[in-house]
């Protein structure tokens, strides 16, 4: 037990600083090619009558950000059905 203790006190900083000395992970090409979406996007449309509902206008607001250090990219949306009063 007391070479186990020893042992860790000799080890953990030594994977302590070679763990601080790493560079974080960086996106790559794959991830860049979704920068098209990154902003503000607007859409307004018309909707045909259909089995689900009657024809009728609807519009959306999207906005689209990376986040975790550009890794992911977050979209949230917000729209109206003018057909169903949402």
């Not at 960086?26 to 449309?45: D, I, Q």
């Not at 689900?52 to 109206?80: R, V």
């Amino acid at each position: 037990m007391k070479r186990l203790a020893v042992a860790l006190a000799l080890v953990g900083p030594l994977v302590a600083a070679t763990v601080h000395t790493q560079a974080p992970p960086k996106s790559g090409p794959e991830h860049k090619r979704l920068s098209y979406f990154a902003g503000k996007w607007t859409t307004v449309g018309e909707q045909k009558a259909n089995p689900f509902g009657p024809a009728g206008e609807f519009t959306s607001s999207d906005s689209c950000e990376w986040i975790l250090g550009g890794f992911f990219l977050k979209c949230s949306s917000e729209g109206k059905d003018v057909r169903r009063g949402w």
